[in-house]
């Protein structure tokens, strides 16, 4: 894939992803939305389906990473594409900002009547349910392992030597897979969700933080920059452990 076609696809594809995955969020907490106090469930179905629209929506196109902490997991399982590394990753948070800016647009009249600072901030990125940076860390590594094994273990599910059928094979791998992995990820938020919001990526986390930081959000607070660093180093180390570990479980073509 070119550098141009790689990039416009995790643009759109991240952009289309923290639309609608921070949609949900904003949808449930802030003031007098019609979805206000729906619930934790709402939450996690809206960023599986966010996930499983922006894959079918741009996985042809670059395969829908999405993710920082996939595509370096991708690759440490594969040993492939180091050199398009930087383009996904790019690519990715570029359209995690746009998105983030889609969010605060079209919620825009709800941001002056909610009164909390840090549930506006949860529109934009995760914080921990308990302070302790050694377990928030441990929970956004695990959690992100868990995805990009379950990625993997999807996309294995549906190979040609599987399904014994290369055209059947395909079929599934675009039409079913990327459902499945909206499943995967709403599997991960309603289990290991609670103690840090499952960041489990890098770009989807700290690129709205950075838009929470720079937009004029009528009385927000600060953006919790002490905790940035565990929604960015546990998703990579998760990542690139889960691409490891099925690599060693399963080796290609073993």
């Known amino acids: 894939m070119s550098t141009e076609t790689i990039l416009i696809g995790e643009i759109v594809g991240t952009a289309l992803l923290i639309l609608l995955g921070d949609g949900v969020v904003a949808a449930v907490v802030l003031a007098k939305s019609k979805a206000q106090d729906s619930g934790w469930i709402v939450i996690t179905f809206g960023w599986g389906m966010a996930v499983a629209m922006a894959v079918y929506a741009v996985g042809h196109y670059s395969g829908a990473h999405l993710n920082p902490a996939v595509t370096l997991g991708l690759w440490a399982n594969s040993g492939d594409g180091g050199a398009d590394i930087w383009k996904y990753v790019l690519g990715q948070f570029i359209g995690a900002m746009i998105g983030a800016i889609l969010v605060f647009l079209s919620y825009l009249p709800h941001w002056q009547p909610t009164q909390d600072p840090g549930t506006k901030l949860a529109v934009f990125s995760t914080g921990p349910a308990i302070r302790n940076p050694v377990a928030n860390l441990i929970t956004e590594i695990v959690g992100t392992f868990v995805l990009v094994f379950g990625v993997l273990a999807i996309g294995d599910h549906f190979s040609e030597g599987v399904v014994g059928n290369t055209e059947l ?62 929604p960015v180093v546990g998703p990579i180390i998760g990542g690139i452990l889960g691409g490891l570990v099925f690599k060693g479980l399963y080796p290609i073509g073993g």
């Open 169 to 230: 094979a395909s079929a599934f791998s675009v039409g079913i897979a990327p459902l499945l992995v909206g499943f995967l990820v709403f599997s991960i938020g309603l289990s290991l969700g609670g103690p840090t919001g499952y960041a489990i990526n890098p770009a989807r986390d700290l690129g709205p933080r950075i838009i929470h930081a720079l937009l004029p959000i009528p009385g927000k607070g600060g953006s919790d920059w002490s905790y940035a660093w565990i």
